[in-house]
């Protein structure tokens, strides 16, 4: 008798730790646990970033001047886990990476003179491309 009581006083409280557990998730299931607000609904999707590049040359100086959205520039993640809208960009001469930026104006310097095929790239932290770049081909006056 007293092992039957026992038994019954444990499904009681396993029985008031679930209806607990299912009212606490009813009142607090919809909040997100890091800022207390209403979670976002998950079918939002990311803006992708846009790039935009315009260039001049002054002498053999290529002179860089990026315009994005939807992106940060981050330095500190480089070369950590990639975030949504966040990375770098890769600066590509005649197919070859020259350089790496980390804001809006870049100058990419003493370029040899002649024909050159240029890549501006979004790039993840993780170096990645974000499938988003501007091509162009510069001449340099000797």
């Known amino acids: 008798m007293k092992k039957e009581k026992s038994m019954r006083l444990v499904y009681r409280l396993l029985l008031l730790i679930?209806?607990?557990?299912?009212?606490?998730?009813?009142?607090?299931g919809t909040r997100d646990a890091e800022t207390g607000g209403v979670k976002q609904a998950a079918e939002q999707p990311e803006?992708?970033?846009?790039?935009?590049?315009?260039?001049?040359?002054?002498k053999n100086d290529l002179h860089l001047k990026m315009k994005v959205?939807?992106?940060?520039y981050s330095i500190e993640n480089m070369g950590k886990e990639?975030?949504?809208?966040?990375?770098?960009?890769?600066?590509y001469l005649d197919g070859k990476k020259v350089a790496k930026a980390f804001e809006d104006n870049y100058i990419v310097k003493n370029i040899p003179?002649?024909?050159h095929d240029v890549?501006?790239?979004?790039?993840?932290?993780?170096?990645?491309?974000?499938?988003?770049?501007?091509?162009?081909?510069v001449e340099v006056k000797p």
Request: no cysteine; charged share 15%; proline share 3%.
């Open 82 to 91: 990639n975030r949504p809208g966040e990375g770098h960009i890769h600066i």
């Open 119 to 137: 890549v501006v790239e979004l790039a993840h932290n993780n170096h990645e491309s974000y499938g988003i770049k501007q091509e162009f081909r």
């Open 18 to 28: 679930g209806v607990v557990a299912v009212i606490e998730f009813a009142l607090y």
């Open 47 to 58: 803006k992708a970033p846009t790039l935009e590049v315009t260039h001049s040359l002054q």
């Open 69 to 72: 959205t939807g992106f940060t």
């Open 113 to 115: 003179s002649g024909s």
